[in-house]
């Protein structure tokens, strides 16, 4: 499986983006769709996720400063994942990529990232 994540750029502090991963290849194994986030100098992190077959989502337990502005969701039909990032603050400045995982399993394979930068 191949993931690219693509939607990211510049804006400005109170806005919105919405971030696409397009999966393309053998998605026989891949079970749910995970987004994360790098900031400058910091670890990746998960945000959240969303399976293929039933659209569960779930999202990361902090910071609570995601809760209630991020939205994933998917569109079957274009094997893509989209992530909805409202209300944007300096904080949300990071690289957002997409990862894969098969069921009962970990994170394992991650696309490129696309780069958001939130500028006050």
């Known amino acids: 499986v191949q993931l690219q994540a693509s939607g990211g750029g510049p804006v400005q502090a109170g806005g919105s983006l919405r971030l696409a991963c397009r999966a393309s290849?053998?998605?026989?194994?891949?079970?749910?769709i995970g987004w994360f986030r790098q900031a400058p100098g910091k670890e990746r992190s998960f945000v959240g996720e969303?399976?293929?077959?039933?659209?569960?989502?779930?999202?990361?337990d902090s910071p609570d400063s995601v809760k209630g502005r991020f939205t994933i969701s998917r569109d079957n039909a274009k094997n893509t994942v989209y992530l909805q990032i409202n209300s944007l603050n300096a904080e949300d400045t990071a690289v957002y990529s997409c990862?894969?995982?098969?069921?009962?399993?970990?994170?394992?394979?991650w696309g490129q990232g696309t780069q958001v930068t939130v500028s006050s």
């Open positions: 969303i399976t293929w077959s039933s659209g569960t989502v779930s999202y990361a």
């Open positions: 990862g894969t995982r098969s069921r009962y399993n970990e994170y394992d394979y």
């Open positions: 290849g053998n998605l026989m194994g891949s079970y749910a």
